[in-house]
């Protein structure tokens, strides 16, 4: 059998001013630019210490309803630093994107010999504010410009 309350939450009688049910949590969420599916929701409240409580449920069909404490800026901005770094998400797949763009464009206006696959990252994780490595540079120009690759030293 499912276990319906897996993280032992409380049952509220009355849901409380600053916490929101699943549908507003996830509308501010998304006001925010952090994109959750809605049938993962508790596990990413839960993985980013979001306090969560269930609601007592009207009638007696359906399962108890969760509402989630609206998180300060501060828990915001942690989540968001967390999700850049993960590629699984859409704000990680973006990231990666930028990450490649970035890439092709220094590279198209580097000398001859004047850069290095090292030297690419370095530039693009000091653009962006993001870790990136010289293998990603690798794939990405060879995949890209595999015919310039004699412009690197």
């Known amino acids: 059998m499912k276990d319906s309350n897996p993280f032992e939450l409380k049952v509220l009688k009355e849901q409380p001013k600053e916490y929101l049910d699943t ?3 996830i509308n501010f969420l998304k ?3 952090i994109t959750v599916r809605k049938d993962n929701l508790p596990r990413f409240a839960d993985r980013h210490n979001i306090k969560m409580s269930k609601k007592k449920r009207e009638g007696s069909a ?4 969760t509402i989630y404490k609206v998180p300060n800026k501060m828990k915001l901005e942690e989540i968001k630093d967390k999700m850049s770094l993960n590629n699984n998400n859409d ?13 092709l464009e220094i590279f198209d206006k580097a000398e001859n010999k004047k850069e290095s696959k090292t030297s690419i990252a370095d530039k693009v994780a000091e653009i962006l504010g993001v ?4 293998k990603l540079v690798r794939r990405v120009l060879d995949e890209k410009r595999s015919s310039k690759l004699s412009k690197l030293k």
Do not use: A, M, T
């Open 62 to 65: 359906g399962s108890v309803p």
């Open 23 to 25: 549908d507003e949590f």
């Open 91 to 103: 704000l990680g797949k973006q990231i990666i994107k930028d990450k490649e763009q970035k890439i």
């Open 31 to 33: 006001k925010k630019n």
């Open 131 to 134: 870790p990136c490595n010289r």
